[in-house]
């Protein structure tokens, strides 16, 4: 889950940034891109994934309106 959470939101920024997500969408990928910012160059994404990972066992990745 986290993976694709990380994808969904670089595929967000891609086709033009958080703006054009609704308000539920977008409070999920500013809280994504508090702990994992865009990847800009090719990085690992272990730190990243397991950041997520404990968003999500903490469950403070905010539920979509």
């Not at 889950?1 to 033009?16: H, K, P």
């Not at 994404?45 to 997520?52: K, T």
């Given at each position: ?16 940034g ?46 979509a309106?």
């Open positions: 889950v986290a993976i694709t959470l990380l994808a969904a939101a670089q595929a967000a920024d891609l086709r033009g958080a703006g054009r997500l609704g308000e539920g969408t977008r409070r999920i990928h500013q809280e994504l891109r508090r702990v994992s910012a865009f990847v800009e160059v090719d990085r690992a994404l272990d730190g990243d994934i397991a950041a997520v990972c404990r968003l999500i066992e903490q469950r403070e990745i905010p539920a309106a």
